[in-house]
């Protein structure tokens, strides 16, 4: 059964910086692409970043230069490194793959910036 857990999210003052951690189960992780979602209220869920399994990345131009993800295949774990994090970056941050064309999702974190 594959599992993907957030954590890491919060609230931050605008321009800090917070790290997301998603911690996969149930896949082999090294061989699947992860991404960040993330979902502010009224909003559709947005594409923040992707790191596929050579460690080749995507980023939404909104974030390009702000936030970095990373995966560790060791511990499982794909990370995104927000920094000069703005009001408008508030939202419900989601982990995500694709396993056999079945996309796995994890519960969401929130994230919160005040200006």
Same mark, same amino acid.
């Given at each position: 059964?594959? =599992? /993907?857990?957030?954590?890491?999210?919060?609230?931050? =003052? &605008?321009?800090?910086?917070?790290?997301?951690?998603?911690?996969?189960?149930?896949?082999? *992780?090294?061989?699947?692409?992860?991404? %960040?979602?993330? =979902?502010?209220?009224?909003? @559709?869920?947005?594409?923040? &970043? /992707?790191?596929?399994?050579?460690?080749?990345? #995507?980023? &939404?131009?909104? !974030?390009?230069?702000? *936030?970095?993800?990373?995966?560790?295949? $060791?511990?499982?774990?794909?990370? /995104? @490194?927000?920094?000069?994090?703005?009001?408008?970056?508030?939202?419900?941050?989601?982990?995500? $793959?694709? #396993?056999?064309?079945?996309?796995? %999702?994890?519960?969401?974190? =929130? !994230? $919160?910036?005040?200006?």
């Amino acid at each position: 059964q594959v =599992q /993907l857990v957030e954590s890491g999210g919060g609230l931050v =003052q &605008a321009g800090g910086s917070l790290r997301l951690s998603c911690a996969a189960s149930g896949i082999t *992780f090294s061989i699947y692409a992860m991404g %960040w979602y993330r =979902q502010a209220p009224g909003n @559709q869920r947005e594409l923040v &970043a /992707l790191i596929g399994s050579s460690g080749h990345t #995507v980023y &939404a131009d909104s !974030v390009k230069g702000r *936030f970095t993800i990373a995966r560790d295949n $060791t511990k499982n774990t794909v990370y /995104l @490194q927000m920094n000069s994090l703005e009001p408008m970056d508030t939202a419900v941050y989601y982990c995500n $793959t694709r #396993v056999l064309g079945t996309s796995y %999702w994890g519960q969401g974190t =929130q !994230v $919160t910036v005040s200006s």
